[in-house]
């Protein structure tokens, strides 16, 4: 068997060469029901029994890896697919670096690891549970295919952080294995571990927020991790990137379509007043402040995600080799930082300013500042759907001090324009930042399935483009009868 091609003789297809490893394939078929356990009954609510058309990596090819298919969801072959191992790879960066790439986990590095591991895989069957009940309320089933191809994927990336804790961390691996699938998101008792995976999802205008800013966090993140010497895990995470990709690919288009579509049936109609919601409103498409508002709430609880700005944690992951900067082989610098100082945003003396902080420990402000500049090239181009349609509006990324509970600014209250305020006046105004419950009820009142191919919700555009190059009219769910 090649590492390219993936074995499909097994329950769980792999190209990690598992019918030779039958400790590690026993403990994942043992795991294996309790998955399926829990996508029935906290992945997608209804629609098990659909034919969607997916796609399933058959090979780590970059040139052909995706084979499309109708398959029933709890069919989908979910499998542990490592990119190819680089001969004489070397540890890019930290006091290891240059030395051989580890195969095994250095002892004194254990706990750390599995930390990180553990954190990466309770994002993805959060993200699952989140987006549970959006099937019910698809603008298309174009859309729908598209909500189900980024569930089994992040419920394949859950089988990748655990084929790792199998594998490489023996009792404890199994049993973090099994919490995964115990925690869930929102739940008062055993919540999911970062915040925004606590967040309700509660109509397609936050899903396609979040696949644009919280599975671009995921990108960074899987980015820094595939920089690790530890070889095992950076190669899953090359591979998972390919995946990731098409989320955010969902995002963008998804948020472009419903700015198109406000844009046009303002022209149409002659709003000229951007700020004017119940007029927009009125026309059955989402008003532009609302789609604002949306993504000041998604980016704000995204930023959350990379931590504290200066961290000890981020320093010692660094320091030991396990969790690089983003594009670390990329960066022209000596990869140890033991000199290098970065540039951060502090409170000082009741205001924001940008202090030089030890580069070690400011990893997390570097890899949130590479963050923030790839959100903006995103707006940069939904601004362009916009000016397009000559409606004189803008969309903007809020202050990274605007509305965040960790770090530097979670004690604090700030505008979206960066703005300290004291905590009735942010309340007050709060409403007009963030999604009120009356921006919620509206966008609520418009989530109405539209199931018949080739059509569309009132609120958003038709894709330029289908799956596969499919015709605008393809079935893309076969719903059950
Ligand atoms: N919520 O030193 P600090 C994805 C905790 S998304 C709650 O500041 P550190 C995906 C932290 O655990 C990518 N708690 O932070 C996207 C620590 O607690 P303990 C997921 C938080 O460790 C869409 C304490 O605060 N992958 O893949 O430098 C769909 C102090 O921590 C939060 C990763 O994140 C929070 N937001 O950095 C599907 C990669 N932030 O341990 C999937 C792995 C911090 O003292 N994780 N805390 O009790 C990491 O690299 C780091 O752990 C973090 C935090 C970036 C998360």
């Given at each position: 068997?090649?590492?390219?091609?993936?074995?499909?003789?097994?329950?769980?297809?792999?190209?990690?060469?598992?019918?030779?490893?039958?400790?590690?394939?026993?403990?994942?078929?043992?795991?294996?029901?309790?998955?399926?356990?829990?996508?029935?009954?906290?992945?997608?609510?209804?629609?098990?029994?659909?034919?969607?058309?997916?796609?399933?990596?058959?090979?780590?090819?970059?040139?052909?890896?995706?084979?499309?298919?109708?398959?029933?969801?709890?069919?989908?072959?979910?499998?542990?697919?490592?990119?190819?191992?680089?001969?004489?790879?070397?540890?890019?960066?930290?006091?290891?670096?240059?030395?051989?790439?580890?195969?095994?986990?250095?002892?004194?590095?254990?706990?750390?690891?599995?930390?990180?591991?553990?954190?990466?895989?309770?994002?993805?069957?959060?993200?699952?549970?989140?987006?549970?009940?959006?099937?019910?309320?698809?603008?298309?089933?174009?859309?729908?295919?598209?909500?189900?191809?980024?569930?089994?994927?992040?419920?394949?990336?859950?089988?990748?952080?655990?084929?790792?804790?199998?594998?490489?961390?023996?009792?404890?691996?199994?049993?973090?294995?099994?919490?995964?699938?115990?925690?869930?998101?929102?739940?008062?008792?055993?919540?999911?571990?970062?915040?925004?995976?606590?967040?309700?999802?509660?109509?397609?205008?936050?899903?396609?927020?979040?696949?644009?800013?919280?599975?671009?966090?995921?990108?960074?993140?899987?980015?820094?991790?595939?920089?690790?010497?530890?070889?095992?895990?950076?190669?899953?995470?090359?591979?998972?990137?390919?995946?990731?990709?098409?989320?955010?690919?969902?995002?963008?288009?998804?948020?472009?379509?419903?700015?198109?579509?406000?844009?046009?049936?303002?022209?149409?109609?002659?709003?000229?007043?951007?700020?004017?919601?119940?007029?927009?409103?009125?026309?059955?498409?989402?008003?532009?402040?609302?789609?604002?508002?949306?993504?000041?709430?998604?980016?704000?609880?995204?930023?959350?995600?990379?931590?504290?700005?200066?961290?000890?944690?981020?320093?010692?992951?660094?320091?030991?080799?396990?969790?690089?900067?983003?594009?670390?082989?990329?960066?022209?610098?000596?990869?140890?930082?033991?000199?290098?100082?970065?540039?951060?945003l502090k409170l000082v003396d009741g205001e924001i300013k940008r202090v030089d902080e030890p580069a070690l420990t400011a990893i997390n402000m570097r890899l949130r500042d590479d963050y923030t500049a790839d959100c903006q090239r995103g707006i940069d181009r939904w601004n362009k759907v916009i000016e397009r349609t000559g409606i004189?509006?803008?969309?903007?990324?809020?202050?990274?001090?605007?509305?965040?509970?960790?770090?530097?600014?979670?004690?604090?209250?700030?505008?979206?324009?960066?703005?300290?305020?004291?905590?009735?006046?942010?309340?007050?105004?709060?409403?007009?930042?963030?999604?009120?419950?009356?921006?919620?009820?509206?966008?609520?009142?418009?989530?109405?399935?539209?199931?018949?191919?080739?059509?569309?919700?009132?609120?958003?555009?038709?894709?330029?483009?289908?799956?596969?190059?499919?015709?605008?009219?393809?079935?893309?769910?076969?719903?059950?009868?």
């Open positions: 068997m090649s590492v390219i091609n993936v074995d499909y003789s097994t329950k769980i297809p792999n190209n990690v060469g598992l019918t030779e490893d039958r400790t590690v394939l026993r403990a994942l078929e043992r795991w294996h029901p309790g998955y399926l356990d829990w996508w029935m009954s906290r992945g997608p609510d209804g629609y098990q029994d659909a034919l969607v058309y997916l796609r399933t990596a058959v090979s780590v090819d970059p040139k052909g890896w995706a084979k499309f298919d109708y398959i029933k969801m709890p069919q989908y072959r979910w499998g542990i697919l490592l990119a190819p191992q680089q001969e004489g790879r070397t540890i890019p960066f930290g006091t290891h670096k240059g030395e051989p790439a580890w195969q095994e986990i250095p002892g004194e590095y254990r706990a750390m690891l599995r930390r990180l591991v553990v954190i990466q895989g309770d994002t993805e069957p959060a993200s699952v549970e989140q987006q549970r009940y959006l099937g019910k309320t698809a603008p298309s089933l174009y859309d729908m295919r598209n909500l189900f191809q980024v569930n089994v994927e992040e419920g394949r990336h859950l089988w990748a952080m655990v084929y790792i804790l199998h594998k490489y961390f023996g009792r404890d691996g199994r049993e973090e294995a099994e919490e995964l699938l115990q925690r869930r998101s929102g739940s008062a008792d055993k919540p999911r571990m970062l915040g925004a995976f606590n967040e309700a999802t509660p109509d397609w205008l936050s899903f396609f927020m979040f696949t644009f800013f919280t599975d671009r966090d995921g990108k960074m993140q899987l980015e820094s991790l595939a920089q690790s010497g530890f070889d095992p895990l950076s190669r899953t995470c090359r591979f998972m990137l390919t995946e990731e990709a098409h989320h955010m690919f969902v995002g963008e288009t998804g948020v472009g379509r419903i700015l198109q579509r406000t844009c046009e049936a303002m022209k149409e109609a002659g709003v000229e007043d951007v700020n004017d919601i119940q007029a927009q409103r009125a026309l059955g498409v989402i008003d532009l402040p609302t789609m604002q508002k949306k993504l000041n709430l998604h980016y704000s609880l995204s930023l959350d995600l990379f931590g504290s700005e200066v961290s000890t944690n981020a320093a010692n992951s660094f320091n030991s080799g396990l969790k690089g900067r983003f594009q670390e082989t990329k960066i022209e610098d000596d990869h140890t930082l033991e000199q290098s100082s970065y540039p951060v004189p509006f803008r969309l903007q990324l809020p202050h990274v001090a605007f509305h965040r509970r960790i770090g530097e600014f979670a004690s604090v209250c700030a505008s979206p324009t960066g703005e300290l305020m004291d905590s009735g006046n942010w309340e007050r105004a709060k409403d007009s930042w963030l999604p009120s419950p009356a921006d919620g009820d509206f966008i609520a009142s418009l989530m109405r399935p539209q199931y018949e191919p080739a059509k569309f919700a009132s609120w958003i555009e038709a894709p330029r483009v289908g799956i596969d190059n499919k015709p605008g009219d393809f079935e893309y769910v076969k719903l059950a009868a």
